[in-house]
């Protein structure tokens, strides 16, 4: 709950910040389209982690230019294209490949050990449900 309280905060000076820089706001500035451009960015770095954000962006405004120069009027079909390629592929985002992809080039066998160690002969023990606790 207090997470939630200071992300509202920061959302409120955001907001105070955006409006002193530009002197009014307007309701398009906070249209679908931007907010669609941001949830890409988001999918494409990755959620869960903060560079995961910086990640999409950058790959996000990167593609933008190359496609619009590639394509100027279909630019949106190669990044849907690459978006529909990270959720298949890379379900966690650029982020989590490139951080795994370094971990494996710096130790192979360290990653093929967390994953065997991981394995038990016994079963878990079951997890409580939630509709036990209504």
């Known amino acids: 709950m207090t997470n939630a309280w200071a992300f ?28 669609a451009k941001v949830m890409v960015m988001l999918i494409l770095g990755g959620t869960g982690r903060l560079y995961g954000a910086f990640i999409g962006a950058l790959v996000y405004m990167y593609m933008e230019d190359y496609f ?17 390629l990270v959720v298949l592929f890379a379900r966690r985002g650029l982020y989590q490949v ?24 016994t079963s878990p023990k079951p997890r409580p449900s939630l509709w036990r606790r209504w």
Request: net charge negative; hydrophobic share 50%; charged share 10%.
């Open 8 to 35: 509202c905060a920061v959302a409120g000076v955001a907001g105070a910040l955006f409006t002193q820089t530009n002197a009014y706001v307007t309701l398009t500035v906070f249209d679908f389209e931007n907010s």
């Open 68 to 84: 619009s120069k590639l394509s100027p009027t279909f630019w949106q079909f190669g990044i849907g294209l690459m978006l529909v």
């Open 98 to 121: 490139t951080v795994r992809e370094i971990t494996e080039a710096a130790d192979p066998d360290a990653i093929f050990a967390s994953n065997t160690s991981s394995i038990s002969i």
